[in-house]
């Protein structure tokens, strides 16, 4: 999900030029854009916006809140780190690899899930994740794929010179895997769905076997939040009223269960099979105590070195701590003085409160 080196090179450009932008943040703000794309975890967005519920929660704080979709995520990401959009849902990894290798530091809002088994490596007429040997895999290059792929040649004792990679569009790996040359892809949900409904298709390993490290997120800059701390809550708000009624066992959760995956091209029984490869975190104590947890710095950590290691975290960087990334305790891994991104409990915790009042 995240660009090549090239497109990142263009967006670091972007984000200079755009360095103005930075400065309109600093000023009080009424109207706020968050942009996001169609992934499982995701859709509660679009849902919340259609419905009246983020124009809810905006009103209470005498805000606007525009909610942008993207059919490009790699697009979404671009705009953001250019100062066009004041939040965005991203990855852990993609926010550090583009937006903070660009300067712009970010706070993560919302930690919305992690991968179960959404994002998955799949061999064509294979079933041992040891075939993958000396075989081409497409998979959108840079992106969560890519670690996940990375993560499961470790688990083998493979490293990724033991295959080719080819870099490959989410939008076409779907019909490339129906082509007789392609016989291994990485990639995720809704396309691993689709691609697992053929019958030589076999999910060999998948995000279930490393829980936690690729997580979804709302984010904001923080510069905005810190002299909008409204628009924080208004985001918390409105996804944690959204989970309250997409997680229940009721008519206006299955509608909006439904609605969510028609959305996102798919049916019901669809979007549910998703859901439960997606370990969402439906309240705001469940997201807290993921933030607050041990193994996040750990995460941490081995996502930056996959990031240092493929040379995104910018030409000069001389180790995968040379952007910071502070925890909930105060803790920081790299760089205190280059923090890129900030996971607090703050409007989370926000959140919480106001559902017991």
């Given at each position: ?18 360095g103005a932008a930075d400065a309109a943040f600093a000023a ?174 076999h999910n060999v390993f998948n995000s279930s076997q490393i ?61 549910e099979s998703q859901l439960k490869t997606t370990r969402m ?77």
């Amino acid at each position: 999900m995240l660009p090549t080196k090239k497109l990142i090179s263009l967006c670091l450009s972007a984000a200079l030029l755009f360095g103005a932008a930075d400065a309109a943040f600093a000023a009080p703000k009424k109207e706020f854009k968050l942009a996001w794309s169609i992934y499982v975890g995701w859709m509660p967005w679009q849902w919340a916006d259609e419905t009246g519920i983020v124009k809810k929660w905006a009103d209470k704080y005498g805000i606007k809140i525009d909610v942008v979709q993207f059919n490009d995520y790699v697009e979404s990401i671009n705009q953001y780190t250019a100062g066009a959009f004041d939040a965005l849902t991203v990855t852990n990894m993609d926010t550090v690899a583009v937006p903070a290798v660009g300067g712009v530091d970010s706070t993560a809002v919302i930690i919305g899930d992690f991968s179960n088994g959404n994002d998955a490596v799949i061999l064509k007429d294979k079933t041992s994740l040891k075939d993958v040997k000396g075989q081409k895999i497409n998979l959108v290059q840079f992106s969560v794929s890519h670690y996940l792929l990375a993560r499961a040649l470790d688990s083998i004792g493979l490293k990724e010179r033991d295959v080719t990679v080819v870099n490959t569009s989410d939008a076409d790996i779907a019909a490339a895997f129906a082509t007789p040359d392609v016989t291994a892809v990485t990639t995720w949900n809704p396309i691993v769905s689709e691609i697992l409904k053929r019958k030589d298709a076999h999910n060999v390993f998948n995000s279930s076997q490393i829980p936690g490290e690729i997580m979804d997120l709302a984010i904001a800059n923080t510069k905005t939040l810190e002299d909008n701390p409204d628009f924080g809550k208004a985001l918390a708000g409105i996804w944690y009223e959204t989970m309250a009624i997409m997680s229940a066992n009721t008519p206006a959760g299955e509608a909006a269960r439904e609605a969510m995956g028609k959305a996102s091209g798919t049916d019901l029984a669809g979007f549910e099979s998703q859901l439960k490869t997606t370990r969402m975190f439906f309240t705001p104590g469940d997201a807290m105590a993921f933030a607050k947890g041990a193994a996040l710095p750990k995460t941490t950590k081995l996502v930056n070195e996959f990031l240092f290691e493929h040379g995104l975290l910018g030409d000069n960087a001389k180790s995968a701590e040379v952007i910071g990334v502070k925890f909930p305790d105060g803790s920081v891994f790299g760089d205190p003085n280059k923090i890129g991104l900030r996971f607090v409990t703050t409007y989370m915790d926000s959140a919480a409160a106001a559902a017991k009042n």
